[in-house]
């Protein structure tokens, strides 16, 4: 699904930024497929090697928890690129257009801001993270780097948040 229509480079250069954000899209896709696949895999052989006794991989539950955080906070991207978040339609059935508009701003601007204290806040500890050399008991992976998910996946999913709404505000313009 394109995220943004031909018709929207009237501002200049936002035809090319819209495709920007739908090559990246489909490269998070990607890498969330690739993520779920190692997942798998990993915990696929963990539980046959316990179940038989003839091996053991001691990081492999490490390794999923930390590959269902990633999905979660990157997929939380794709599922605002395609407008699929939680959302009340209530409220486009019983007010007009202009203050469907209104609360879609606000709605955009709350989430946004939301975002934003989020990665400040997130960025502080996990630059004290990796600042203290914190490792994970098994992968032995920066913490700071896996605490780093939640803030920049929030902030995608903001980016994505806002382009879908102004893409479906001024889709109902146009009607």
């Given at each position: 699904?394109?995220?943004?229509?031909?018709?929207?480079d009237?501002?200049?250069?936002?035809?090319?930024?819209?495709?920007?954000?739908?090559?990246?899209?489909?490269?998070?896709?990607?890498?969330?497929?690739?993520?779920?696949?190692?997942?798998?895999?990993?915990?696929?052989?963990?539980?046959?090697?316990?179940?038989?006794?003839?091996?053991?991989?001691?990081w492999?539950?490490?390794?999923?928890?930390?590959?269902?955080?990633?999905?979660?906070?990157?997929?939380?991207?794709?599922?605002?690129?395609?407008?699929?978040?939680?959302?009340?339609?209530?409220?486009?059935?019983?007010?007009?257009?202009?203050?469907?508009?209104?609360?879609?701003?606000?709605?955009?601007?709350?989430?946004?801001?939301?975002?934003?204290?989020?990665?400040k806040?997130?960025?502080?500890?996990?630059?004290?993270?990796?600042?203290?050399?914190?490792?994970?008991?098994?992968?032995?992976?920066?913490?700071?780097?896996?605490?780093?998910?939640?803030?920049?996946?929030?902030?995608?999913?903001?980016?994505?948040?806002?382009?879908?709404?102004?893409?479906?505000?001024?889709?109902?313009?146009?009607?």
């Open positions: 699904m394109v995220l943004f229509r031909d018709n929207m009237r501002k200049g250069g936002t035809l090319q930024s819209m495709k920007i954000l739908d090559i990246f899209k489909k490269f998070m896709e990607t890498v969330i497929v690739l993520v779920m696949i190692a997942m798998v895999l990993v915990i696929f052989f963990a539980t046959v090697g316990r179940y038989t006794g003839l091996f053991s991989i001691p492999s539950e490490e390794f999923a928890r930390y590959s269902m955080i990633a999905m979660t906070y990157l997929g939380a991207m794709i599922a605002a690129s395609r407008g699929s978040h939680f959302a009340v339609e209530v409220v486009g059935m019983v007010f007009p257009k202009k203050v469907q508009n209104i609360i879609t701003v606000v709605n955009i601007i709350i989430v946004d801001l939301f975002s934003v204290f989020i990665l806040q997130g960025w502080q500890i996990s630059n004290k993270m990796l600042t203290q050399g914190k490792l994970s008991p098994m992968l032995e992976w920066p913490l700071g780097l896996v605490y780093m998910l939640i803030p920049v996946g929030l902030v995608l999913m903001a980016i994505y948040f806002t382009a879908f709404n102004i893409n479906k505000i001024r889709t109902k313009e146009e009607k």
